[in-house]
């Protein structure tokens, strides 16, 4: 998508359709919006005064050959109450929204016009955004496809752009949505297009495109590291696992500056392993591996917008398989850590993964860590498809993201980590075991199992289980992945 800040005034610039936006009720029709009205002859008016364009939240107003405009379309979009108006994110949701009902109906080139008091560098970049996320289609197996890209947007009201800071915010903008789009395209893979092997060798070419530098772990070195946990998890599959190790060094490194690590779960399908899931919704086992891409998302958007810290993201990628050789229930693994692991269940293998993965990145250097992991189905019981569930200790590490995740609209959630859910996962005969009491709680036993390996250094836990895919669309969004997480991450790791 081709897009640029138009320098020609906005009733000139020839598109298949402008987009604009309406407040609910008390829209007064000031600035642009009320010269558009007077072009064609007060219709916008008087479609508001018969209560067809109400301003309500993403209502579609489509008018064709609009007077006054080069434009061939003039889309409305409802912004809802001002007062409810939150600038960046309702942006970004009206952008997309737009660009979902037009993509539709042809349109290839398309105008935006944001309104007096929406034109500085964050609503430029939360349009970039919107659109760009938007115009995401799972379409990629299909011999049919539409290929109903936007090609171009005009950014209009931004004063042609001039000011350095409004091209940085439209390539910042890019940066995270296209970052978000390869991320979600890793996560529609099917399991037999995208193996551990191919999801790294996926991540390599995203690495050396990118500038960064990545080391791939095989079997044979996830052995001599002593990976027991991992090694249990994939021992069920033929294919063998991986651990993606991808590095950001900032030019000017700091000495003694903290050292970001991203874990992201990669289980690039769970079949529960021995401890088996019903057929019923198991396809969707394949984006079990939407950690791992979310990070990989993450640092493909951090290689362009150069935090000042140093980043490693560390994916362990396996399949959870009941072969022959699977762990079973009742197995005792040996972490790389040294604490030792009784499997209660093979299904509870994301823990189990993410053990040996949030060690080594500590051993690598990460004083800091966040993972992101379609962990339980517990999380969906708690937050719905709502809200991701964000562990952490110590608390004021968590809250300091959680700032993150309210300043770029992703919707998370604090999550208890209390001493008491420690207690439900002691083994009888090992350390500990990988499931929780079976008396609930499930998200939180879980989160203290990798809490387990993340010890005293910071750690962010991330159940994206329920937020990662959406089985519906929505307006601004295709169903399928979401790309959840990666804004909050790459906003956090810029702050630092
Ligand atoms: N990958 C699943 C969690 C999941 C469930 C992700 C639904 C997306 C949608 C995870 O490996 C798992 O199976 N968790 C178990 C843990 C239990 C056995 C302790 C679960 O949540 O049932
Ligand atoms: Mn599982
Ligand atoms: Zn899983």
């Known amino acids: 998508m081709e897009i640029r800040l138009e320098s020609q005034p906005y009733a000139a610039v020839q598109s298949d359709a402008l987009v604009t936006y309406v407040f609910d009720k008390d829209d007064k029709f000031d600035g642009a919006l009320g010269e558009i009205d007077r072009a064609m002859d007060g219709r916008l008016a008087s479609l508001a005064s018969s209560g067809e364009l109400t301003g309500k939240s993403l209502e579609l107003t489509l008018l064709h050959f609009p007077e006054g405009l080069a434009a061939k379309k003039l889309l409305l979009v409802g912004a809802g109450k001002p007062a409810k108006f939150a600038a960046v994110s309702d942006l970004r949701k009206i952008a997309g929204t737009a ?98 092997r191919i999801l790294a060798a996926r991540a390599e070419a995203m690495a050396k495109e990118a500038g ?72 969707k086992m394949k984006y079990d591996m939407g950690g791992g891409a979310t990070m990989l998302g993450a640092m493909r958007a951090l290689a362009k917008l150069k935090p000042s810290i140093p980043v490693i993201a560390v994916i362990p990628a396996t399949e959870n398989m009941p072969g022959g050789r699977a762990q079973k229930p009742g197995d005792v693994q040996v972490a790389m850590s040294g604490k030792t692991i009784e499997v209660i269940n093979t299904d509870a293998e994301g823990r189990l993964i993410l053990a040996d993965a949030v060690y080594y990145a500590r051993q690598l250097g990460c004083t800091h860590l966040i993972d992101a992991a379609t962990l339980t189905g517990a999380i969906e019981v708690a937050l719905a498809n709502v809200h991701v569930g964000a562990f952490g200790t110590p608390r004021e590490y968590l809250d300091r993201f959680l700032e993150s995740a309210k300043a770029v609209g992703e919707k998370m959630w604090p999550m208890p980590m209390d001493d008491e859910y420690e207690e ?73």
Not at 106 to 134: D, M, N, S, Y
Not at 217 to 229: C, P, Q, T, V, Y
Not at 452 to 472: R, V
């Open 212 to 283: 960064l530098a990545v080391e791939i772990l095989d079997e044979r070195k996830i052995g001599e590291l002593k990976m027991g946990a991992l090694i249990g998890v994939a021992q069920g599959s033929v294919e063998p696992p991986r651990v993606i190790v991808v590095r950001y060094t900032p030019e000017h490194p700091r000495p003694g500056a903290p050292v970001l690590g991203l874990v992201g779960k990669a289980v690039t399908f769970d079949t529960g392993g021995i401890s088996i899931k019903p057929a019923n919704n198991m396809e």
């Open 99 to 196: 660009a979902r009902y037009l993509k539709t109906r042809g349109v290839k080139k398309l105008a935006f016009l944001t309104r007096e008091g929406e034109r500085g560098p964050a609503a430029a970049q939360a349009v970039v955004e919107g659109l760009i996320v938007a115009d995401f289609e799972s379409d990629k197996y299909r011999t049919d496809r539409k290929n109903r890209e936007i090609e171009s947007v005009a950014l209009c009201g931004f004063d042609g752009g001039l000011g350095a800071d409004l091209k940085a915010a439209v390539e910042h903008g890019r940066a995270i949505a296209e970052s978000q789009n390869f991320a979600r395209d890793l996560i529609n893979e099917p399991s037999n297009k995208l193996t551990p």
């Open 424 to 496: 439900m996962i002691k083994s009888n005969i090992a350390d500990i075991r990988n499931t929780g009491s079976g008396k609930g709680g499930g998200a939180s036993t879980g989160a203290w199992f990798i809490k387990e390996f993340a010890e005293d250094t910071p750690w962010i836990h991330l159940d994206i289980a329920s937020t990662c895919w959406a089985d519906d669309g929505r307006p601004w969004l295709a169903k399928g992945p979401t790309g959840i997480a990666i804004r909050s991450i790459v906003d956090f790791a810029l702050k630092q």
